[in-house]
């Protein structure tokens, strides 16, 4: 089994945003970053669906962790390579010069060249929160696809995919080559099962912590580098951003006498009801 | 907000902002690392920490572990989180790659410790007390007990402890009475009985490692006839596992580190106890002597971890509980406002601030001259590394203890009549923290180690390097702006110090050694208040340029500069009077009578 894994580093949400003078962009400057929580699921997934689940593992498959944007990304995929990932390949480019339309039409390159059995795929990145790049790249590449997957189970051929929806759970039966979204709970013990993997067996909670040997090794894996040209010519930009604002300040809130103050406040001031 | 145990945003600024650690890297022992595997190592321990360990905490010092049949039982949790905890790597880390380890800093693996400790002092205290046990071995065994017990020890397939206290030898371990009688088969047969054991016995693996400290049949009285040994709780026959007759007698019930349980514990009552010899006969204190600072600084880290997790649990109370109005604003319909708003409370975040911030700072710089001392390239840079190292391992010992354990109260104080009870974490840190000062060495003992051979060692040329080194730090200070007066007040505690060691060291010379230790504990307390200082000062410099470069960072240069603005004026003033107390002869204690109590 070889699954490819699109990584995005993303600014810390604890950060406090700020809006650049110019108001076109949002400052980046000074901020901490981390790798998007959803693509770490991924990650964890992808792992789990390439291991035995014995102790020690073993590991039954490849993993490729890919990401588009400039030198520094290379410590986000360092950090894979060191929680078990086994190759990497950076996709050279300035945030600025993408979006979600640009980044699919990168991967899909990559997946062509590739041929994983899955891509498997944060749900949506915390930064833009936009949850476009999975589908355009499943679009693209004419693959089945699955959205924020909360259990994976391989099966011959494919992989069988549950989904949490209003009112219930959804399963789809997917062909490999596909491409899968996952959501939070795809890190719960028991939610992702190799064919290998015994049925009795629960991953620990969460993903999981680069050993200090893994990190000495992860020096050594290999990380290809690309250009965008090499791998998304000819393709535009189709999103601008012409304007960032702040939210505007919250104001203070007032107290209310009595519950009738309140019904007629939120019908005449608030009209919400 | 979750509890972070220890902030992240002040360790890189430790490491990269003060310390510069990354030029460590430059050293050939250090050469296959780089800011990016000490990022990787860092963020394995914080994510390890918060997630795992923290989570464990609460219900392992709820349900201490206990004795069943004979046989101790730690926590179900500890099952799960023992194997996790090795698969890290983090037993060996710092240690070379000829045994398996990965050659990671001391000043990277202090502050990695430092998070797995805040998260879980108990579960850190067994991979802890493993790493030391292996260690000793390392450096003193024979091949074939690094292949039988170093080894495996390292691979977290068994644990280690430090097995020296005796009922009637504790701080003085010359007094240990264990004995071992050499056998035709190259081993010794051992009986005795230790006590308070840490991790002693326990039902995560299937064997355990006791390095201790006994006396061989004939051997000298005294510290001189003291040997170190290996002593399994099963030893290898046939590559089988066969109890090798050491019996746990009891589990010590205590108010603290309740995940980690201290045993008493007897070997040979049968007459079947086989130990092996570490090192050379007779040797065995020196041998623990020659790991001394490693282990003291492990116990400052469970110290400043500890009341680490306590000030940012206190910190987020205090921005959550509202009570009471400011002084000026009295009107009862207005809404209460959060007790961080009060100035009093703000005082008591503020000390536990510089205290623990002071602390970590310190153990880290000492990681940093560990590190210098055992590989910088040049004999002299190693040697006054050395110096400063050996200087400040009992302050960076007792002060995250003593001070620790004050910051500690007060974050029972700031959480009000909530912290006193169980159903907030505050009192159970306050209590794990009580330990730092008694064991490995308690608070008075450190107190002699400085004062009586610290200080004295070498004609003064510690505490020479020390003023050196303060000098420079007001330097550099002054020329990054910080208000000059810190600086001059810090270098004023210095002179005071080497005038006080000066005077009590005419003392000792003259003969007069109850005179000259009779202080030690007000001296160590000087001394405390100034090396914190000293970091607190580097930290000052470093928080300065921070801003400049980083003015959108200003909350958090703000914050060191006024911790250091906290500490330099309220804790330097008092070296003056600590130091003319210790010069005084002030002889209450000394003339007071058993009798008059
Ligand atoms: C929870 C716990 C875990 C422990 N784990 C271990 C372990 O894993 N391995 C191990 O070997 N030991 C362990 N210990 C033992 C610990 O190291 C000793 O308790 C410590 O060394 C002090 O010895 P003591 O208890 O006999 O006190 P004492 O030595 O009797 O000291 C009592 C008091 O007298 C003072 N005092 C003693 N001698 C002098 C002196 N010469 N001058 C001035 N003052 C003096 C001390 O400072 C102290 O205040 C542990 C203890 C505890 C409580």
């Given at each position: 089994?070889?699954?490819?894994?699109?990584l995005k580093r993303v600014a810390d949400p604890d950060n406090a945003n700020?809006?650049?003078?110019?108001?076109?962009?949002v400052d980046t400057s000074g901020l901490e970053w981390k790798i998007n929580p959803?693509d770490e699921?991924?990650?964890?997934?992808?792992?789990?669906?390439?291991?035995?689940?014995?102790?020690?593992?073993?590991?039954?498959?490849?993993?490729?962790?890919?990401t588009v944007g400039p030198k520094e990304t290379e410590t986000t995929l360092r950090s894979a390579?060191?929680?078990?990932?086994?190759?990497?390949?950076r996709?050279?480019?300035e945030d600025?010069?993408?979006?979600?339309?640009?980044?699919?039409?990168?991967?899909?390159?990559?997946?062509?060249?590739?041929?994983?059995?899955?891509?498997?795929?944060?749900?949506?990145a915390v930064d833009g929160?936009?949850?476009?790049?999975?589908?355009?790249?499943?679009?693209?590449?004419?693959?089945?696809?699955?959205?924020?997957?909360?259990?994976?189970?391989?099966?011959?051929?494919?992989?069988?995919?549950?989904?949490?929806?209003?009112?219930?759970?959804?399963?789809?039966?997917?062909?490999?080559?596909?491409?899968?979204?996952?959501?939070?709970?795809?890190?719960?013990?028991?939610?992702?099962?190799?064919?290998?993997?015994?049925?009795?067996?629960?991953?620990?909670?969460?993903?999981?912590?680069?050993?200090?040997?893994?990190?000495?090794?992860?020096?050594?894996?290999?990380?290809?580098?690309?250009?965008?040209?090499?791998?998304?010519?000819?393709?535009?930009?189709?999103?601008?951003?012409?304007?960032?604002?702040?939210?505007?300040?919250?104001?203070?809130?007032?107290?209310?006498?009595?519950?009738?103050?309140?019904?007629?406040?939120?019908?005449?001031?608030?009209?919400?009801? | 907000?979750?509890?972070?145990?220890?902030?992240d945003r002040?360790?890189d600024?430790?490491?990269?902002?003060?310390?510069?650690?990354?030029?460590?890297?430059?050293?050939?022992?250090?050469?296959?690392?780089?800011r990016e595997?000490?990022d990787m190592?860092m963020a394995?321990?914080r994510?390890?920490?918060?997630?795992?360990?923290?989570?464990?905490?609460?219900?392992?010092?709820?349900?201490?572990?206990?004795?069943?049949?004979?046989?101790?039982?730690?926590?179900?949790?500890?099952?799960?989180?023992?194997?996790?905890?090795?698969?890290?790597?983090?037993?060996?880390?710092?240690?070379?790659?000829?045994?398996?380890?990965?050659?990671?800093?001391?000043?990277?693996?202090?502050?990695?410790?430092?998070?797995?400790?805040?998260?879980?002092?108990?579960?850190?205290?067994?991979?802890?007390?493993?790493?030391?046990?292996?260690?000793?071995?390392?450096?003193?065994?024979?091949?074939?007990?690094?292949?039988?017990?170093?080894?495996?020890?390292?691979?977290?397939?068994?644990?280690?402890?430090?097995?020296?206290?005796?009922?009637?030898?504790?701080?003085?371990?010359?007094?240990?009475?264990?004995?071992?009688?050499?056998?035709?088969?190259?081993?010794?047969?051992?009986?005795?009985?230790?006590?308070?054991?840490?991790?002693?016995?326990?039902?995560?693996?299937?064997?355990?490692?006791?390095?201790?400290?006994?006396?061989?049949?004939?051997?000298?009285?005294?510290?001189?006839?003291?040997?170190?040994?290996?002593?399994?709780?099963?030893?290898?026959?046939?590559?089988?596992?066969?109890?090798?007759?050491?019996?746990?007698?009891?589990?010590?019930?205590?108010?603290?580190?309740?995940?980690?349980?201290?045993?008493?514990?007897?070997?040979?009552?049968?007459?079947?106890?086989?130990?092996?010899?570490?090192?050379?006969?007779?040797?065995?204190?020196?041998?623990?002597?020659?790991?001394?600072?490693?282990?003291?600084?492990?116990?400052?880290?469970?110290?400043?971890?500890?009341?680490?997790?306590?000030?940012?649990?206190?910190?987020?109370?205090?921005?959550?509980?509202?009570?009471?109005?400011?002084?000026?604003?009295?009107?009862?319909?207005?809404?209460?406002?959060?007790?961080?708003?009060?100035?009093?409370?703000?005082?008591?975040?503020?000390?536990?601030?510089?205290?623990?911030?002071?602390?970590?700072?310190?153990?880290?710089?000492?990681?940093?001259?560990?590190?210098?001392?055992?590989?910088?390239?040049?004999?002299?840079?190693?040697?006054?590394?050395?110096?400063?190292?050996?200087?400040?391992?009992?302050?960076?010992?007792?002060?995250?203890?003593?001070?620790?354990?004050?910051?500690?109260?007060?974050?029972?104080?700031?959480?009000?009549?909530?912290?006193?009870?169980?159903?907030?974490?505050?009192?159970?840190?306050?209590?794990?923290?009580?330990?730092?000062?008694?064991?490995?060495?308690?608070?008075?003992?450190?107190?002699?180690?400085?004062?009586?051979?610290?200080?004295?060692?070498?004609?003064?040329?510690?505490?020479?390097?020390?003023?050196?080194?303060?000098?420079?730090?007001?330097?550099?200070?002054?020329?990054?702006?910080?208000?000059?007066?810190?600086?001059?007040?810090?270098?004023?505690?210095?002179?005071?110090?080497?005038?006080?060691?000066?005077?009590?060291?005419?003392?000792?010379?003259?003969?007069?050694?109850?005179?000259?230790?009779?202080?030690?504990?007000?001296?160590?307390?000087?001394?405390?208040?100034?090396?914190?200082?000293?970091?607190?000062?580097?930290?000052?410099?470093?928080?300065?340029?921070?801003?400049?470069?980083?003015?959108?960072k200003?909350?958090?240069?703000?914050?060191?500069?006024?911790?250091?603005?906290?500490?330099?004026?309220?804790?330097?003033?008092?070296?003056?009077?600590?130091?003319?107390?210790?010069?005084?002869?002030?002889?209450?204690?000394?003339?007071?009578?058993?009798?008059?109590?």
């Open positions: 089994m070889k699954i490819l894994v699109p700020k809006v650049k003078p110019t108001a076109d962009k959803f699921y991924a990650l964890e997934s992808a792992l789990r669906l390439t291991e035995d689940g014995k102790a020690p593992k073993k590991r039954l498959g490849e993993v490729i962790v890919v390579l060191a929680t078990g990932a086994d190759r990497a390949i996709v050279d480019a600025d010069a993408l979006d979600g339309r640009m980044v699919a039409k990168a991967l899909q390159s990559i997946v062509e060249a590739e041929k994983p059995d899955i891509v498997l795929m944060g749900k949506q929160d936009t949850n476009q790049v999975g589908q355009i790249l499943a679009e693209r590449l004419d693959y089945p696809m699955a959205t924020f997957a909360a259990t994976i189970q391989e099966e011959d051929g494919g992989v069988l995919v549950s989904r949490e929806v209003d009112g219930g759970v959804c399963w789809l039966r997917l062909k490999n080559p596909c491409v899968v979204t996952v959501d939070l709970r795809i890190v719960a013990p028991e939610s992702v099962y190799s064919l290998k993997t015994d049925k009795s067996f629960k991953h620990n909670d969460g993903v999981r912590f680069a050993a200090l040997p893994a990190i000495m090794k992860a020096k050594k894996k290999p990380l290809d580098v690309k250009t965008l040209g090499d791998v998304a010519a000819g393709t535009e930009l189709t999103a601008k951003y012409s304007k960032f604002e702040p939210p505007p300040q919250r104001a203070a809130g007032v107290k209310v006498a009595d519950v009738a103050e309140l019904v007629q406040k939120l019908a005449t001031e608030a009209k919400v009801i | 907000m979750p509890n972070p145990l220890i902030d002040f360790v600024f430790l490491l990269y902002e003060v310390l510069h650690a990354e030029r460590l890297c430059e050293l050939d022992h250090f050469s296959e690392h780089s595997t000490f190592a394995t321990s994510g390890f920490a918060r997630d795992v360990l923290y989570p464990a905490y609460k219900p392992m010092d709820e349900a201490a572990a206990h004795l069943d049949n004979g046989c101790v039982r730690v926590h179900p949790l500890m099952h799960e989180i023992f194997p996790r905890m090795v698969e890290l790597g983090i037993v060996n880390g710092t240690r070379p790659e000829s045994v398996g380890g990965l050659q990671l800093p001391m000043t990277i693996a202090t502050l990695t410790g430092g998070y797995l400790m805040a998260g879980n002092l108990s579960a850190f205290g067994y991979l802890g007390l493993t790493a030391g046990a292996a260690r000793l071995i390392e450096s003193f065994g024979s091949d074939e007990l690094k292949r039988t017990y170093m080894d495996r020890m390292y691979a977290g397939e068994w644990t280690g402890t430090m097995a020296l206290t005796e009922p009637q030898a504790g701080s003085s371990l010359t007094d240990v009475k264990t004995s071992a009688t050499p056998t035709m088969d190259g081993h010794y047969l051992i009986k005795g009985s230790k006590v308070f054991i840490s991790g002693g016995d326990q039902d995560l693996t299937d064997n355990i490692v006791h390095l201790t400290l006994g006396r061989i049949d004939g051997a000298p009285a005294g510290i001189k006839g003291v040997s170190l040994f290996a002593i399994p709780k099963n030893r290898l026959e046939n590559s089988k596992l066969v109890p090798n007759d050491c019996s746990t007698v009891g589990v010590f019930h205590k108010i603290g580190w309740r995940g980690l349980p201290s045993i008493a514990l007897n070997f040979g009552e049968e007459g079947d106890c086989h130990g092996w010899l570490v090192g050379e006969p007779h040797r065995g204190i020196r041998h623990m002597f020659q790991m001394m600072n490693e282990a003291r600084l492990m116990v400052g880290m469970n110290g400043a971890a500890t009341a680490s997790v306590a000030y940012h649990e206190a910190v987020d109370y205090a921005q959550n509980r509202p009570q009471g109005r400011g002084f000026t604003d009295r009107d009862p319909s207005t809404p209460q406002i959060p007790i961080i708003k009060h100035a009093d409370v703000r005082r008591m975040l503020l000390r536990q601030k510089a205290i623990v911030e002071g602390a970590i700072a310190l153990l880290a710089a000492a990681g940093m001259y560990f590190d210098i001392s055992e590989h910088a390239p040049s004999e002299e840079e190693r040697h006054r590394a050395w110096l400063l190292l050996e200087l400040l391992t009992p302050i960076a010992k007792s002060f995250p203890a003593e001070k620790g354990f004050e910051a500690n109260a007060l974050a029972v104080q700031v959480h009000g009549g909530y912290g006193y009870t169980s159903e907030y974490m505050p009192e159970s840190w306050l209590r794990d923290q009580k330990l730092n000062s008694i064991h490995e060495g308690t608070t008075g003992m450190q107190s002699m180690d400085l004062l009586g051979r610290k200080v004295v060692q070498e004609g003064g040329a510690a505490l020479r390097a020390l003023a050196e080194e303060i000098t420079e730090t007001s330097r550099r200070a002054r020329e990054a702006g910080v208000p000059e007066e810190l600086g001059s007040k810090l270098e004023g505690g210095m002179t005071a110090i080497g005038a006080v060691t000066m005077h009590l060291g005419e003392l000792g010379m003259n003969g007069d050694i109850d005179g000259m230790m009779l202080h030690s504990v007000d001296y160590l307390e000087m001394f405390m208040a100034v090396v914190v200082g000293w970091q607190w000062l580097q930290m000052a410099t470093a928080a300065k340029k921070g801003l400049e470069k980083h003015p959108e200003a909350d958090f240069y703000e914050g060191k500069l006024c911790a250091a603005q906290y500490w330099i004026n309220t804790e330097i003033p008092r070296v003056g009077a600590l130091a003319a107390l210790c010069r005084s002869g002030e002889d209450s204690y000394a003339r007071m009578q058993p009798d008059w109590f």
